[in-house]
């Protein structure tokens, strides 16, 4: 914040400036001190305790404020939020307090001015209020994050986070957060509606199961971080037989998780098949590390036992509920679209979904890492091998999804690792995933 | 998605159900909610029901929140939405500006019938209740209700809305409170006859378990009752919302909770796949290492960390060029015990969020008295020692003879490299018949 540039110190002077004019205008008539009190120290509470236990980002804030424009009015809602936000107990610059006061201050105004313009009544809502008081609060819900979302865009756009691009713009976790403060701001008319019967306990009441839901959320993300760490380490771990292939299952997971998103899938999707592309060679432990490290020609037999390794693979984390789809993904990541691939020997679009990206991530990052018996190729060179490819062996969507993503996101490949100093490393001569360099299997043609 | 039940059971901490043991303070507590469930209804069936509309909406509140029940991490099975539900009814004094005058024999009635009706399509689609869980669900209704419908009218000053709220709404906080507490002891009595542990751990694991979703399920079914007097019982939906966003938070919980461990147990098998270990090793060392825990009145925390250790305790061989000898840790060198316990130990340290598992795995070669100065090792290196040893010169032999001539052969190096009170807990758990063993 040190560094503000002139335009968003502009911005923020003046939705501070607002702020203090509209709170200072008034009027306070009819507004009960106690409840303005009451409502500033649950407020800062409410605000202070959601900053200690989550991480989120989705703060309860909205609620206390919309309680305030229904029990005391615009200017009173304005008032508490303003003051509240100088005394929340955060570590934040002055400047983001002030501008985050003055932006739900001038929020809480127009959502206040547009709750008695369609005929609310200010102060606790009594009996014979419901449900008629539900139109006017769902508009006034509305304006608030209405206008909550435009001050902060407009800082946003001043400092040069966000740009005017709506094809590039993500829209999911805006909306997400749209919806949760909506959520909270709903919140805000149950604790107007008991306020009359139990006073400033109803904040207690409602927020109760909010900060557990919360505390919850958070213990959900730590464990999923958690997990997916435990995933890739463990995944790495198998990967340590050999040291061309470090790092491979992370990169082919990325590498899928780029083909799925650049074909629209959802998130949940995109995320299982990024954990399909990180356990996708696993079943190699299955295969002896003699085999995988020969360097002439593989028997028939040894050729078969490399086959094995999507079915092994598919074996051990069958049992892994979650992954549903992405298991046939991992069992199939060897077939080929003219139906010469393994272990099936599945074609076209009978091979599923999943594993024909699979398939053309892995392809790729073995292209462009460095084998013992070649040095790594480009990330051009190994596009051209993929088109070249595209069609008897590979999905021309996924080939062309990943180029896209790759054109525009670029791909970090693997650093070039010189060969080892000391012998003792082992080192494979050939790659089952090379479709540049097909195995070679003694007496017969390279597959 | 709320509806979707956590599809695989949950993982057994102890092993496999079984069915066939007697557990009587379950059995009884089952009972007594059935009779409870009977004669309220049987009661209120010939007395009538009064307020016939509310008794509808929250009949109908508590159906849908236990169709929606979820399962918790330990295998809690918790319904909090029909929970809040019928403690709200419980509650209920004013709807809407006109007194309620319902019995507390008609709470249990109409709570029992919502439990009913909400549990016929789990069992339709084959998948029962807990009914010792349902049970609690049911009991601490009906000692909320018997205490609170009477302690209303006993208080000096007139009900609300004439009185006030407040002196009601001690009562009912402090009922919650107690409620909670009286829940969790009766839980920790089923859930200590289950894994065989002590009261008083199972008590621990219980309050920490059900502490935060305790008290949301407390607050809205306060929130409930008051709301209804201001809203009538069109209110009864919205009010709920908050604990519905809480219950959505806790059910991903568990849901990833089951995954972390589903995913641990896969790969704990590739150790098995790639041929360093026997098949089903790392499962069986899992089994017998945490009844043993339990035996040894481990907490739920400790158990799980002992669990994940006991899968991986083998992936430190996964560094190995070559697999030892079909497998079997107890017969390598104890240099080369240690170093695979070393290496597997760095692996799972460097998932950055596993550090006591790391530790558990490091030092689960050590002899029971330790070596160097840091002491002796934890007792969840201790008890996966003894597992280990116990099943490398087993395996998968059910055989009587062979297992007692094992356990006396651990016996024998108790003391020095076993430590005797494990052994002595293995010994225990492995004298169960089959089908109560851990």
Redesign the interface.
């Known amino acids: 914040m040190r560094a503000l540039p002139g335009a968003a110190r502009l911005f923020v002077g003046i939705v501070v400036l607002c702020a203090v004019g509209v709170v200072a205008a008034g009027p306070y008539d009819g507004i009960d001190p106690a409840t303005l009190v009451l409502l500033a120290v649950l407020f800062v509470v409410a605000e202070s305790m959601g900053t200690v236990m989550g991480k989120t980002g989705i703060s309860p804030s909205s609620s206390a404020s919309l309680a305030a424009v229904v029990l005391v009015g615009p200017v009173g809602a304005a008032l508490v939020d303003l003051v509240s936000w100088l005394l929340v107990f955060r570590r934040q610059s002055l400047v983001k307090r002030a501008f985050n006061g003055a932006q739900f201050a001038i929020a809480a105004y127009a959502a206040g001015h547009t709750f008695v313009a369609l005929g609310g009544d200010i102060g606790v ?3 014979a209020d ?2 008629l008081v539900v139109a006017p609060f769902v508009a006034a819900l509305l304006v608030h994050t209405l206008v909550n979302t435009l001050l902060m865009g407009g800082l946003m756009w001043c400092l040069g986070v966000i740009r005017l691009q709506p094809r590039r713009f993500r829209w999911r976790p805006l909306v997400t957060l749209e919806l949760s403060s909506i ?1 909270y701001g ?2 805000g008319l ?1 604790i107007a ?2 306020w ?3 006073g400033a ?1 109803a904040i ?7 900060f ?6 958070d ?2 993300i730590a ?5 997916d ?10 990967e ?2 050999d040291y061309y292939t470090r790092g491979h299952c992370m990169r082919v997971s990325k590498g899928s998780g780029m083909i799925a998103r650049e074909l629209g899938m959802n998130a949940e999707r995109v995320q299982t098949i990024r954990y399909a592309g990180m356990l996708h060679d ?2 190699k ?2 295969v ?2 003699k085999v995988l490290q020969k360097s002439g020609k593989l028997t028939e037999e040894e050729y078969a036992a490399i086959q094995l390794h999507p079915m ?1 693979g598919y ?8 992954l549903d789809e992405a298991l046939a993904g991992i069992m199939h990541h060897h077939e080929r679209m003219d139906g010469r691939g393994y272990p099936m020997g599945l074609a076209g679009t009978d091979i599923p979904e999943f594993a024909r990206i699979i398939s053309v991530a892995d392809a790729f990052d073995c292209m462009t890492s460095t084998r013992s018996y070649r040095r790594a190729r480009s990330t051009e060179e190994a596009i051209a091998e993929l088109r070249r490819c595209a069609g008897p062996q590979f999905d021309p969507k996924m080939v062309d999804a990943l180029i896209a993503a790759v054109d525009r996101d670029g791909w970090e490949a693997h650093e070039a690792v010189d060969p080892p100093e000391d012998d003792t490393a ?1 080192v494979a001569q050939q790659d089952h995933d090379d479709p540049s360099v097909p195995l070679r299997v003694a007496g017969e043609a390279e597959r | 998605m709320i509806l979707r039940d956590l ?2 059971p949950e993982a057994h901490i102890g092993g496999a159900p079984r069915r066939h043991r007697c557990r009587p303070t379950r059995l009884l507590m089952i009972l007594l909610a059935a009779g409870c469930a009977g004669g309220s209804l049987l009661y209120t069936a010939l007395t009538g029901f009064v307020e016939p509309h509310a008794a509808l909406a929250f009949g109908v509140l508590v159906a849908v929140g236990e169709l929606a029940r979820i399962t918790l991490p330990g295998q809690r099975q918790v319904a909090p939405i029909a929970s809040a539900g019928a403690i709200g009814y419980t509650f209920l004094l004013d709807i ?2 006109d007194a309620a005058h319902h019995s507390a024999w008609q709470v249990m009635a109409v709570v029992a019938l919502g439990f009913a009706v909400g549990e016929l399509p789990h069992i339709a689609v084959g998948r029962p209740p807990q009914w010792g869980g349902l049970a609690r669900r049911m009991l601490i209704i009906v000692v909320l209700s018997l205490v609170f419908r009477y302690a209303v009218q006993a208080l000096p000053a007139p009900p609300p809305p004439e009185g006030g ?2 002196p009601v ?1 001690v009562v009912m906080i402090v009922l919650v409170f107690g409620g909670w507490l009286t829940d969790a002891v009766i839980a920790a009595a089923i859930r200590a006859e289950r894994i065989r542990t002590r009261l008083a751990v199972a008590l621990h694991d219980e309050l920490r378990a059900q502490f ?2 305790g ?2 399920i407390g ?2 079914g ?2 409930i009752s ?2 209804s ?4 019982l ?2 009864l939906l ?2 709920t ?3 519905l ?2 219950q ?3 059910r ?2 568990a ?6 461990l ?6 704990s ?2 150790t098995e ?3 360093y270990v026997e098949t089903g090793h790392s499962r069986r060392v899992t089994r017998l290492a945490t009844a043993i825990g339990s035996e040894l009145s481990m907490r739920e925390s400790e158990l799980l960390e002992l669990e994940y250790a006991a899968l991986m305790h083998d ?1 430190g061989q ?2 190995l ?2 697999p030892i000898a079909s497998g079997a840790t107890v017969l390598a060198s104890p240099r080369e015990q240690r170093r695979i316990a070393e290496l597997g130990s760095a ?2 340290r ?5 550090d006591g598992v790391a530790e558990l795995v490091r030092r689960q070669c050590e002899p029971c008295a330790g070596d160097g100065d840091a002491g002796p090792p934890p007792l969840g290196s201790r008890i996966i020692r003894v597992a280990n040893a116990f099943d490398d010169l087993v395996g998968e032999s059910t055989d009587t003879d062979r297992t007692n001539a094992v356990l006396e052969r651990l016996r024998m190096d108790s003391g020095v490299e076993y430590d005797p009170e494990v052994v002595e807990a293995a010994v225990r758990v492995l004298g169960r018949p089959a089908d109560a063993r851990g």
Do not use: N
């Open positions: 809502p009594g009996r419901f449900p959520g709903v919140l149950l509606a008991i009359g019967v139990v306990f207690v009441l409602v927020l109760l199961p909010m557990t839901a919360r505390w919850a959320f213990q959900y464990e999923q971080r958690a997990h760490a435990t995933l890739a380490t463990l995944c790495q771990a198998v340590t037989k696993v079943g432990l299955g002896p590390t092994r074996e051990i984390v069958r049992e892994i509920g979650f082992e | 599809g695989a809407g500006g709220w407040w709404l935060g979703l008290m949301a607050s809205s306060i929130l008051l709301a007097t201001v809203t009538g069109a209110g919205v009010f919302a908050p604990l966003v809480t959505v938070a806790f991903r919980f849901e990833i909770r089951l995954t972390y589903q995913t641990v147990r896969a790969l098998r590739v796949v790639g041929g992936i996964l560094s060029r070559d692996v799972i460097e998932t950055g969020a596993l």
